[in-house]
Each structure stands twice: as C-alpha cells, then as structure tokens.
C-alpha cells in the first residue's frame, strides 16, 4: 500500500458534553473498529461461501473417494487418488498439453501484439485507431460463437480451409483437422491465441503512450537506429507491461482453452489436445469421480502457487519503472 | 471471526449436511415390488430422460411416442411424463446427484453396470408385478432381451434398437461400375469397392468412424475376437484375433479411401452424397434417407461385412430403458410407460418414425404393424436378419465403466489413425484396463 | 520525420491489413455463410448468390433465441451490478479506513486469483443444487457475485482520491456512506463505467458454470443454448452460422457504439 493513512477515525467533533463524550467515545471507538468490515462483508461473505469454503471442501475430498449421488457420502481413501493420479498416462499427457498451451500462446500473447503495438504506435491520427478497434473484435466474442465458427471453417468436407488448400494442391486429401492428432491442439492454440492478440495489442499501446517522447528524441540525437531504440529503450520501460501480461500470459492460458477444448475436440483425439483443467472438469461431471478431480486440483494448485509466487518475484525484480 | 474459524465451522457444516443427507436415503426394495395405486384425476408425474430427444432426426418421432402416452394411456390412468432431453447421456447422472427425481432413462449399455452400483438403478423383477412383466416380455427377441440383464436380474429393458448397416450411395456405385443390389460382403470387398469409387469419382470410398464406440466390437467379435472376458474380471481386446481385425481396419483407413474425421463429421459427409459406404447405425436411416432424396440419389444397405467366410456377428447399438422410481405408486407410473412404449404400438412409432429395429419381430409381418413401412423399405430385412446373430456390446465392470470406455476408445482411434503397432497399443489399454478391474 | 509512403510505411500497412483480415475474416465469413441456401453452403462464394433468410427463421423456430438473450443479459447484468455493489463496498472498506488485519484480507483477496474455477466448481454445484437454484439466473449469478479485480480496480482508484476532500467531508458530518455515495461516486463515474463494461463483457461471455448449471435452453444463456444447437448432429451449418450471428449480434452492437470506452475501458485497468 503506497499511502499511510493518517487518520484512523474522524477527530470528534468539538462541544460535546465530556461523559457523554466518553461514552460515546467508547461506543464510537467499537464501532469504527466494526465499520470497515461492515462494509468488506458482502464481498467476504460471498468470497468465503464460493470460493474459499469450496476450496477448502475440494481439498477435503482429494482424500476421499465420492460419486457426487445425494444419499452417498464421501469414502477416505488417503492418498489413493494421488497414486492413481500419477500413473494415469492421460492425466500425465495432459500436463505435457498444459505446458504446451502455455508456451504456445506466448507469441499470441507477448510477441505478436509487442509488435502490432509498436507498428500501430507510430502512426499518425485516424488508422491507428481504426487498426486497434479492428484488432479488438475477437475478444469481445463469446468462446462458443468463436468455436462455431472455427469448426465450420475447418469442417474436414464442408470447410473453406480443405476445400482452398485442396484446390491450391497443398494436400491432397482433406484432413480432419480437430480429429488428427497432429492438428487438433495447434488448432486450440490458435484459436486461442487469434482471441487473445487483440486483448494484448491493445495493453501494450498503452503502455507504449506511456512512454515518454523525449527519451527517443534523446536516443535519435545520440545516432541510435529504430531497432536499438526499440530493444534498448522501448522494451526497458515496457516491462511492467510485458511482465505483467507474461504472468497473465503463464498462468492463464491453459484456462483461456478450456472452452473450445470442450466444444472442438473435448479432449481428443485420444487425449491429444486435452489441458489439466479439462482433465479436472472431465473427471468430475463425466467420470463422476470427485476425489479423482479434487486431487488434481489439489495438485495443480500448490503447482500453480508456487509459479505465482516465482513469477511475482521476478515482475519485481525486472521491472523497469520510470523514476 | 477469523478466517480459519471461518473455514472450519462451513467445512463442518458441509460435512454434516453431508453425513445427514446420507442417512436421509432409504434402502433399497426387496421382494415382491409393491404398486401404487393410479388415480387419473391426480395423476402422478414421472421424468423420463432420453437422448434421442436431442437428435434432429430422433427428437419428432421420441416427442411423437411420448406425446400419444401421455394422450392416450396417460390420460385414462393417471400419468404425464415429463420429457427431459439428454443429449450429452450426462444430464441424468448431473440431476441424480442434484437429487432430483430421475425415473426413467434411455440408457446406453455399455455403462449400465456402473449405473446400477452407484446411481440406484432398480431391477425389474425388483419393482414391477412379476406376472405382467413376464407376459410383457413374451415377443420380445431373446437375444435383445439378454442384453440388459446383470447377474440374472433385468436391469434394462432394449428399447431403441439397431444393428449396423453399411448404407451405401447407389449413385457413386454405378458410376465406379459396381452394382449396389450386389453388396460388398467381405472387408476385402469393401476395400475393392471403396478403392474403386475412389478412383472412378474422387469420392471417398468408405467411412466408419474411429471412435464410433460399438461397431468396433462387431469388427472384433466377427474375426473371432473378444472384447470383454465372459468372467468379466478381465479384457481380451489385445489378443491376437482382435488385433488382426483392426490392423485390418488401420490398413482400410490408410489404403483404403477412408474418409477422416469424427462421427458427426463422416455422417455428414455421407449425407451430402459424398462418400461411397458408410457404416452406422439404422438410426440414422430416415435422416440418410432424406438426405439422399434431397441430394438426388439413391440409398441401399447391407449388413456387417465378414472376415473371409466367418458370419458376421454385429453388436447392438441403442439403448434400453433403466428404471429407478421411489415409490410405490412410480412403480405403477412408470410400468404403465414401459409397457406402452415397448409394446406393439409403441415399437411400431420407434421404427416407422426414427428407424430403430421392432424388436417385436412379428410386427414386421404385421399389417396392421410395420408389413408395409418394411416392405418399402428392404434395409429392415437386412437389420432383422442380422438381429439373430448379435452379440451384447460389453458392459464395463462397476465403477470405472467411464474410464475404461475411454481408454479403449482412445486405443482403438490411435490404432487406426495412427502408424502406431496395433497390438502394442491394444496390449497398453488392456493392461491398464486389466489393472482397474482385477 | 518519416515520409508518408515509404516502403517501411507499406510494409506495415500490409502487415496490419493482413492481422486485420485473418482476425475479421472468420466473423465475416460466419455471416456469409448464414444468408446462403443448401446447395450454396459447400462452396467457396464470397458472397451468397442467392441469399435466403429462411436460415435464420429455422434457427430461431429451433431455440428459444429471444428467451436466452434475455436470460445471458440478465446474467450479465447481474453480475456487474453485483460485483460493482460488492466491489465498491470493499475497496472503500479498505482505502478509508486503517486496520487490523488489512494486509491480510488483501492477501486474500489477491489469492483468489490463482484458484482456477475447476477447483471449486464440485462443491460449489452441489452446494447450488442443494439450494435449489440450479436451472436459475441466481444460480448461475452467486459463485461470481464478487469479483477481486473489482475490488483491486476500485482500490486503485480510490487511492488517487484526494484524502483531504474526504477528511473535510468528515468534519463535515458527513456519514461514511455518505461520503462514498455523494463525495467519491460520482467523480469515478467514467473508471466505475469502464470496469462496469469489462465486467459484463465478462459475464455475457462467461461459459463452464452456466452450462453446468443449466441444461434446459430455456434457462441457459444465449452461449450455452448456441452450443447445444452447435453440437448435435445436423448438417444444417446455414442456421448454425445464422444462430452464431445472431449470438454475435448484441455484442457487436455494443461494442460499435460504445467502442471507444470499451478500448479505453480494458486500457486504463490494465495500466496499474
């Protein structure tokens, strides 16, 4: 937190009686002390029934063994789901998936929008802004219509991508592409990361206005080429920005695909293109296995805290603010 | 209170709620099934979940069936089924465990037993009069009737029905000079033939979708393979007659003109008068049928195609009707519902309207029942034919049912699409499988 | 000064039309495809030759479109409402005031960041169903009543506040939430408003809750009833691409006519 706050309460107010002051003053002190968690109780209640209490719960059943029927209760199995888990080969592939994903979206998501950003930045007036607003319109999308789309473009019969590749004499026969192992999860990838340039270009134009003009009349003075000031210069005072969407970039990806998973592929061909996320939700509602899904939450979690928390030290470290 | 407190005192909460929940259930019937009395002015609502409700070329025929009980036999008995459609066979399992009444279900085989163990599915002779239920089931092919029963009991009755059926397009037939009334009848054939279409019309020659979830075992069964041992305590899908059947299968899908993509994607393609042979279920039959009027040619079919001179042995598809009513008068409820729909009128709707197979094989020469909807259309023979001759598709063992279904799935797909070994994919599952149901 | 038409000047300009197509190119052919007839709908034309509008009566005879527009907006709305009640609440507790345990339930709100939903969707969908409010717009709603990113947005800008404005407030006699409603309202109204867009943006796009929760079109969200049209076995990709259109169509409007705010909108949070 960047500002102390100076004042705890309001200073009484002058020309009061002073017993009643007292009084009023003690009365008052509780109930300052109760008014700021008064007003963080909507938000912590809902947080602590929805979020926190089913986290716990999930951590709870990681040990047990339940098929979600009213009428059964959960059944303690200690680390049995973790065991099974680990030689589950699917569950195992699943992870090569997630980090798959992970990597694969970070030219969407870094690369390709630093360099929309830049390109757009430098133009003057109305094409600028044209360009930007263009680039925007996938993300604001739902994942189902974009999945729908998709899927008709890249129909194995019925699809414009086969029927101008066939006719080019790129392939000869038409490839089914979200049922051939070797297409379905670079598709996922793309379409993922076609949703998410925008989303990036737009933050890293940003944060490009952000930087000052003078230290690129300076850099020019001083006979430096586009390219030097863009490594030395542009990308330095960018890293907040950069860093921040890397940690976005690492952490969420993988979730970011879950739906045209669900919608394109669900997970297939034989498990080619299926994310631990997917694995989780597929576990739970489709195998019914709770405890199976609550560890591999339980898993991913400490997982995924402990790359947080890595990322979070090093945005720290890197960044590069202007003062 | 802190955060901790917090935690512990919902977790408590949960946990009780839980516990109470679990001895609010009450146990199960035993002995002779106690019916209900039905009263016409009250009547008495039972929920029925069918996917075919789902299926375009299903839904009006399922609405039709549904529609004229709840007018006719509904009405003077005193019962309204609610219609829930189920297109992804996981809405059932989602309300069951949301513990909403969930009567009755249009259940697929392969996952019946794990259904019975852990969603409280009843047997027949559990809650049903013993007498009429004997007498309902008298013209119902035994061979369909097997196929629900677990341990002795009848835990599904069949009740949309099919055997596969090779459907294939007259038009491409006669331009790549073959003749479609005399059907390919071995794979070798169907590889001549597919090979031919290919090359006369650039057309696909043949389609049957590597994750199709049970003609592959008809393919396995006909070569003399197995799929699930008869002990049920362990898989047989990695020994040697089954894999030869799907390298077979892999060769067909590299040389073979085999069209590629999943089940929705080949039907489609089929139906857009695109591919030369096609293999799935009757169910489609009227959907194809259309199809082929509309594109402008022609639609024949035949049965599952046999390895050399050993007869086929197809499997089922469809599903059958598992019951889990609560209580006495839902036990009434829902045999007056079973009754109807799996009795002469009820089949009758089921074929002439979405294309299953009357499993009351006399309708076919009934003409007040189906002589006249089969003549014209011969395919019927062809599916009664095969009727004889199927063998269950498994019913996974208890628990894992969902997993293990996946598993050989996944290793039947990678076998046939990829350059994989057969029998080392195949012998990977089944060990894994082995593992999960000793 | 860089001339105007340059070759580096045009070799942007062909790079950036080409991002542009390849990211406008699927919507357009989605609407294409949605005016054209059986026959049409298999080949390459760019431009339907012989449109037809009976794509788009066949899909809404299909689904109850009406209904689950009005159901996703409801949800969306809903939420923001909700998160921007919860999250105004919050960040105000925390920027007004200093006490105990402050660190901390920043620390907890932050957390809630990394919990992926699938961590908590089982108890959380038997916890709705228990509740009865499966099949319901409160359902789907609950779990996301509060949003962190709310809460923290909202305390950034609080924080650029002027305290002594606030302090004088209080020697006024004005009461806390007098303060909140009447003296730091309505000069945030342009950031609530853009965090308001983000936030239904959000919700209107919001996909695996709401189809665990609702499985009856006529419940779900415009979303989740697409995909159960988009999924069973039909050949009719005409109306599939026209009930896509129509899906795509409330958010597009908004987004033409409130463009500008909603880039900005996504801008300024993300800038800390």
Redesign the interface.
């Known amino acids: 937190m960047s500002q102390a706050l100076e004042t705890s309460y309001a200073p009484p107010l002058p020309g009061k009686p002073s017993i009643a002051r007292n009084r009023s003053l003690n009365g008052a002190k509780l109930w300052r002390k109760l008014k700021p968690f008064l007003y963080l109780l909507p938000a912590l209640l809902l947080l ?2 929805w979020m ?2 089913p986290l ?2 999930t951590f ?1 059943l990681a040990f047990h063994k339940w ?8 059944e303690f199995v200690g680390f049995d789901n973790f065991t099974r888990l680990m030689e589950n ?2 569950f195992l592939s699943s992870i090569g998936n997630t980090l798959f994903y992970t990597a694969g979206l970070l030219p969407f998501s870094i690369l390709i929008p630093l360099l929309l950003a830049t390109v757009t930045h430098q133009m003057e007036g109305r094409m600028k802004n044209v360009y930007r607003a263009l680039f925007f319109v996938p993300m604001i999308l739902a994942p189902v219509s974009v999945s729908a789309i998709w899927r008709w473009l890249f ?4 699809g414009l991508v086969n029927d101008v590749l066939l006719r080019l004499g790129a392939i000869s ?4 592409y ?4 070797s297409f379905a999860k670079w598709l996922i990838l793309f379409i993922t990361g076609w949703k998410m340039v925008g989303f990036s270009t737009i933050m890293f134009s940003a944060a490009l206005t952000g930087i000052n003009r003078e230290y690129y009349e300076a850099a020019a003075i001083d006979g430096a080429g586009s390219m030097k000031q863009f490594f030395r210069l542009t990308v330095p005072l960018m890293s907040p920005m950069i860093l921040f969407m890397l940690t976005m970039s690492i952490l969420f990806s993988s979730q970011w695909t879950f739906a045209y998973i669900d919608i394109l592929t669900t997970g ?4 080619t293109s299926t994310n631990v996320y997917y694995e989780m939700y597929k576990y739970a ?5 709770a405890g199976f899904s609550a560890a591999a939450a339980l898993l991913f979690f400490i997982v995924f805290g402990v790359i947080s928390l890595t990322l979070n030290q090093l945005s720290r470290r890197y960044s590069f603010y202007d003062n | 209170m802190t ?1 901790a407190k ?2 512990i005192s ?2 408590l909460a ?2 009780t ?3 109470l ?2 001895c ?2 009450a146990a199960g019937s035993s002995g002779e099934a106690e019916q209900g009395k039905l009263d016409p002015a009250n009547p008495t609502k039972i929920t029925f979940y069918s996917y075919s409700l ?4 299903m839904k009006a025929g399922m609405e039709h069936l549904i529609q004229e009980f709840n007018d006719t036999i509904g009405k003077e008995k005193g019962v309204v089924v609610e219609a ?1 459609a189920d ?2 066979y ?2 059932y ?7 909403k009444p969930v009567d009755i279900v249009q259940h697929t085989f392969s996952t019946l037993d794990a259904s019975r163990l ?3 599915f009843k047997a027949y002779e559990d809650v049903f009069p013993k007498d009429q239920l004997e007498e309902h089931l008298k013209g119902i092919e035994p061979n369909a009737l097997e196929l629900g029963k677990i341990d002795g009991k009848m835990y599904g009755l069949a009740f949309t029905f099919s055997t596969p059926i090779v459907f294939m397009n007259g038009k491409l037939f006669r331009d790549a000079g073959l003749d479609p009334t005399t059907p390919p009848k071995t794979w070798a054939d169907i590889k001549e033939a597919s090979l031919k279409i290919k090359a006369a019309t650039g057309k696909d020659g043949f389609g049957l979708a ?2 199709n979830g049970w003609t592959t075992e008809g393919l396995i069964l006909s070569n003399g393979g197995e799929v699930l041992a008869d002990d049920r305590k362990s898989v047989k899908f990695a020994e040697p007659a089954a894999v030869e059947a799907i390298e077979m299968w892999q060769d067909m899908y590299k040389n073979g003109a085999h ?7 080949l ?3 089929f ?2 008068g ?1 591919m030369g042979m096609y293999i799935t279920s009757t169910a489609l039959y009227s959907g194809i049928r259309k ?1 082929s009027e ?1 594109g402008g040619w022609d639609v024949y079919g035949t049965g599952l195609p046999q390895f050399g001179d050993k007869p086929s042995i197809p499997v089922n598809s469809g599903s059958m009707l598992a019951v889990r009513p609560d209580s006495p008068t839902k036990n009434a409820a829902v045999w007056e519902f079973i009754k109807f729909v799996t009795g002469d009128r009820g089949y009758t709707i089921i074929t002439s309207e979405i294309g299953y197979l009357p499993l009351r094989t006399a309708l076919a020469d009934d003409p007040n029942g189906l002589k006249d909807f089969i003549d014209k259309h011969p395919l019927y023979r062809t599916n009664l034919e095969q009727l004889q001759r199927i063998h269950p598709v498994a019913i996974w063992p208890g ?1 894992y049912a ?2 293990i279904t ?1 598993l050989f ?3 039947i ?2 076998s046939v ?2 350059d994989s070994n057969v029998a080392e994919t195949l012998q990977k599952a089944a060990d ?1 499988i082995n593992k999960m149901i000793q | 000064m860089k001339k105007k038409f340059s070759g580096l000047a045009i070799a942007q300009h062909t790079v950036l039309a080409a991002m542009c197509l390849i990211a406008l190119f699927p919507i357009y052919w989605m609407v294409n495809s949605s005016f054209k007839n ?1 026959s049409e709908i ?1 080949t390459s034309s760019l431009i339907p030759l012989k449109p037809i509008f009976s794509n788009y009566t066949y899909a809404f005879e299909q689904m109850p479109i009406i209904r689950m527009m009005f159901n996703s907006f409801g949800v969306a709305s809903l939420l923001t409402l909700s998160q921007l009640a919860t999250g105004l609440l919050a960040a105000y507790a925390l920027v007004r005031w200093r006490f105990r345990g402050q660190g ?1 339930i920043f620390a ?1 709100l932050s957390l809630t960041w990394l919990i992926p939903f699938q961590a908590v969707m089982i ?1 959380n ?2 916890l709705v ?2 509740l009865g409010f ?1 099949e319901s717009l409160i359902g789907i709603v609950l779990p996301f009543a509060v949003s962190t990113f709310a809460i923290l947005s909202l305390y950034q800008s609080f924080n650029s506040f002027p305290r002594v404005l606030i302090e004088a407030a209080c020697i006024d006699g004005q009461s806390d939430f007098g303060i909140l409603t009447r003296l730091i309202l309505p000069n945030i109204k342009s950031t609530v408003a853009s965090l308001g867009i983000i936030l239904f943006i959000n919700g209107w796009n919001e996909y695996l809750w709401p189809m ?1 929760i609702t ?2 079109m006529e419940n779900a969200p415009l979303q989740i009833g697409l995909r ?1 049209f988009v ?6 990709w005409g109306s599939m691409m026209a009930a896509t259109a129509v899906s795509c169509l409330p958010i597009l409007l908004i987004y033409l006519v409130l463009r500008r705010q909603i880039v900005d909108s996504f801008v300024r949070f993300g800038i800390k």
Do not use: C, W
């Open positions: 602590g029934i926190y209490r716990l719960n709870y098929g979600m029927v009213p009428g059964t209760s959960p080969k699917s129909h194995p019969s019925n026969q038409p490839i089914a979200f049922s051939d192992p297939g061909p034989y498990g509602f489709s195998n019914l296995n | 955060k917090k935690g919902a977790l949960l946990t709620a839980v516990g929940s679990a609010g259930s789902a299926a375009p070329t829930v297109p992804t996981q809405q399992k989602a309300d069951i465990s949301a513990g852990n969603l409280g590597p994750n069209a590629v993509g999943a089940e929705a994607e039907a489609e393609q139906m857009a695109n199809a509309a628990e969902s997993e996946t799935s996944d290793a797909s990678k699409i990829s894994e | 059986e298999f901390f907890l108890p969908y038997v169903n228990q499966n665990l499985k009856k159960m999924n069973s076995d039909t050949n009719m």
